[in-house]
């Protein structure tokens, strides 16, 4: 798989700024007493505003999603996790931090000593006929 690069926090910053800007021009346009609701300009610019915010948002949480699953992938790759640390923010670390103990502790949670390693074998185990 492809490594993961490193996070780009001051995008994010500038889109969620770009989406309170927007947001505030939006009020400020619907809270102006000179403006006809029924002008076509006038009804089309909140309607533009709105999916301008609504677009820096899908992009925030597509963006989101996709690291977040690069990360699990990483894991279950079980990829050495201080490698791709310098790529990822506090968040991310803490995160793979909490991730880790919970499948571990799962792992660790079966009787008799016996533990499971769900790791060790993501795909087809070697030596294993191909179905």
């Given amino acids: ?22 947001d505030d021009d939006l009020q400020a346009h619907l809270s102006n007493p000179h ?10 610019y909140p309607v533009m ?4 915010m609504r677009r820096g948002k899908r992009a925030m949480v597509t963006y989101m999603g996709w690291r977040l699953n690069s990360l699990t992938s990483l894991w279950w790759q079980n990829r050495d996790q201080e490698a791709s640390a310098e790529h990822t923010s506090p968040a991310e670390r803490g995160f793979l931090r909490q991730y880790n ?5 799962y792992m660790g949670a079966f009787v008799d000593g016996v533990s499971l390693d769900l ?13």
């Fill in 35 to 44: 403006v006809d609701p029924n002008d076509p300009y006038y009804f089309a």
């Fill in 49 to 52: 505003l709105r999916e301008k």
């Fill in 1 to 22: 798989g492809a490594a993961l690069c490193a996070f780009d926090e001051q995008r994010m910053r500038a889109v969620a700024a770009m989406t309170s800007d927007l």
């Fill in 101 to 105: 103990e919970l499948l571990t502790d």
């Fill in 119 to 131: 790791r060790a074998f993501v795909s087809r185990p070697p030596g294993f006929p191909p179905s």
